[in-house]
């Protein structure tokens, strides 16, 4: 049980924050960030396979932070941790994250991702209802969502903005335009202090290893072959996990209920030539006698469906709320190489038999060359 904490005026900052799917890549960044700033926190995650209390090893004893195993659909129990912990803010991480387990079981995107999201926000209703005036105006649901729901660009497209309409071409995208859909409409219909944000591809260190980057730094690691899908020309617009945190943050501090803020990073990147990248800096920090590591890359069947090119125009979160990006994506990747190479312990904690079975379902045949 966290200790009674008064909220301090710091530019009427939330002291304490409810944030579910909190031991995932994204959402322990944020916890962390939180709690050294002095934050409260609560974090109520379902521990799926992405999900990992290694995460949040480091909080471990602290008394400003509280882990609840549960789920965001269990209504009734998401009730009695908002009566118990009264919090300034929920910020909703959780989710079914990755496009390729969408493809092959799409139902468990719409459980969680919809159904899961809807639940929560109606538990946050009920709740929020009875506050009294002042806290139930200062409240926030901040929503976490992806430039994945606008869908596809062509080269040359200009960049996603907030008016850009969503099109979402996978299960993944298509639920999580649901769950913004019902995150606004609680918005617009209840009047619920909701924020949305849409970031883009996030990397950084304890990123669960089946997304592109921390695939092929653990696949590099031990000398076996780097998946590329298609022809390995299709673009994302890669952002470090530390200034998508730290644009929550400011979204929470500063943002207008109602609103969604795009995030992006400005590092628009082939694939093949962020894999390159990855390649030339474990060539330098952990050089192989066998070669350069690119000599690893293969390509294998394409994703279906698989979206050319994601942009996010981030004008209006820098403008309005003075956002920034810290990170260069190069000096950043570097960094993410060596954080791997330093925590293989951690890596090797996350490959578990069920990661194994996962590798074997989606590159059935990781070495054929197209
Ligand atoms: P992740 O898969 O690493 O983390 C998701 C977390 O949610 C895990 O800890 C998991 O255990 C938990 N979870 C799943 N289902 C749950 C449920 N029903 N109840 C409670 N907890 C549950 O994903 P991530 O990359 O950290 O993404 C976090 C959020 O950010 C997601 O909503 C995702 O859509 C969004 N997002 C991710 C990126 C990215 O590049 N990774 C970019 C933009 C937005
Ligand atoms: O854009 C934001 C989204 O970024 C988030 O909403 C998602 O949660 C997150 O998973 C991510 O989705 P992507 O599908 O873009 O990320 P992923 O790391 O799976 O793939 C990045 C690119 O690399 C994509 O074009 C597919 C390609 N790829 C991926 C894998 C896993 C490969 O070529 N080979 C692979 O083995």
Not at 122 to 140: N, Q, Y
Not at 161 to 181: L, Q, R, V, W
Request: glycine content about 8%; some cysteine; aromatic content about 10%.
């Amino acid at each position: 049980m966290i200790p009674a904490i008064s909220r301090r005026e710091t530019g009427g900052a939330p002291k304490k924050y409810l944030v579910t799917g909190g031991a995932g890549f994204i959402g322990s960044c944020f916890v962390l960030g939180a709690v050294s700033r002095g934050t409260a926190t609560l974090t109520l995650d379902k521990l799926c396979y992405s999900g990992n209390l290694l995460n949040l090893l480091s909080l471990k004893d602290n008394p400003l932070h509280r882990f609840e195993r549960g789920d965001i659909g269990d209504f009734s129990f998401i009730l009695s941790l908002l009566e118990d912990f009264r919090p300034d803010a929920l910020i909703n991480f959780a989710a079914e994250s990755h496009v390729d387990r969408s493809i092959l079981a799409p139902e468990d995107f719409v459980r969680t991702n919809v159904l899961g999201t809807h639940s929560l926000l109606a538990a946050v209703l009920a709740w929020w209802k009875k506050l009294p005036a002042g806290a139930a105006e200062k409240f926030r649901f901040l929503h976490v969502s992806t430039d994945e729901v606008f869908g596809s660009l062509r080269a040359g497209e200009p960049a996603f903005t907030e008016s850009t309409p969503y099109a979402p071409n996978s299960p993944y995208s298509a639920s999580k335009a649901a769950s913004d859909h019902f995150a606004r409409a609680y918005h617009a219909t209840y009047g619920l202090p909701v924020l949305i944000t849409n970031c883009s591809n996030n990397y950084g260190p304890r990123q669960f290893p089946e997304k592109l980057i921390p695939l092929v730094i653990a696949r590099a690691m031990r000398r076996e072959s780097l998946p590329l899908y298609g022809n390995g020309e299709n673009i994302r617009d890669w952002l470090h996990v530390e200034d998508h945190c730290a644009a929550i943050k400011l979204v929470l501090n500063r943002g207008t209920p109602g609103e969604t803020y795009n995030v992006g990073g400005q590092a628009e990147r082939r694939n093949i030539d962020v894999v390159r990248t990855v390649c030339s800096a474990l060539d330098e920090l952990r050089p192989h006698p066998d070669g350069p590591y690119a000599g690893l890359i293969r390509f294998v069947a394409d994703r279906a469906g698989h979206d050319f090119r994601y942009a996010v125009n981030s004008a209006k979160i820098e403008r309005e709320l003075g956002w920034k990006r810290k990170f260069g994506f190069e000096q950043g990747l570097r960094e993410t190489v060596l954080w791997y190479l330093e925590n293989p312990d951690w890596l090797a904690a996350v490959q578990s038999g069920a990661y194994r079975d996962w590798i074997r379902k989606n590159y059935p045949d990781p070495e054929a060359v197209s």
